[in-house]
């Protein structure tokens, strides 16, 4: 008879506690940062590291002890987990601008710099310009509603 194997559920995150390093995956979004599509990647991985409670550590709301603190070696793991996140999420490319940053919370506010802010606007003009080129034409009205929305 087979034995049935139960999904292993990490207790240490759905308390909130911060665990070590049981079990966590390197990837936690599928999406991958590429030169354009910063939006949507920062959200998702920003869900990702949310849900495993790390989310303080690209905010900037849990910096770095002391290297004296007795804390420091517990921060210091769950950066570097937070680190290999990141640098498992960016094409291969972009890896080498944020591979020697000491943090990830430097890690995140790089790729924001270089990404975020001009990919708004860029992304802004991009919108307008398809929605002024687009026409109903053959498309029933919902057809071209949802070119509208997309």
């Not at 070590?20 to 995956?25: A, R």
């Not at 354009?36 to 303080?56: C, F, M, V």
């Not at 310009?129 to 070119?147: E, F, P």
């Amino acid at each position: 008879m087979a034995e049935e194997i139960a999904p292993k559920t990490d207790v240490a995150i759905d308390a909130g506690i911060a665990p070590k390093s049981e079990n966590l995956p390197v990837q936690v979004t599928p999406i991958r940062l590429t030169k354009d599509n910063y939006l949507s990647w920062s959200a998702a991985l920003e869900i990702g590291i949310t849900s495993r409670g790390r989310l303080p550590y690209i905010t900037g709301d849990k910096p770095a002890p002391s290297k004296i603190d007795p804390q420091w070696a517990n921060w210091a793991l769950e950066d570097s987990q937070v680190k290999v996140w990141i640098i498992s999420s960016v094409s291969a490319d972009i890896q080498p601008l944020i591979l020697r940053k000491p943090t990830s919370f430097e890690m995140w506010n790089v790729l924001a710099r270089m990404y975020g802010r001009k990919k708004r606007v860029l992304r802004t003009y991009q919108i307008k310009r398809s929605i002024y080129a687009l026409k109903q034409g053959d498309l029933s009205v919902a057809s071209y509603y949802a070119a509208l929305k997309t």
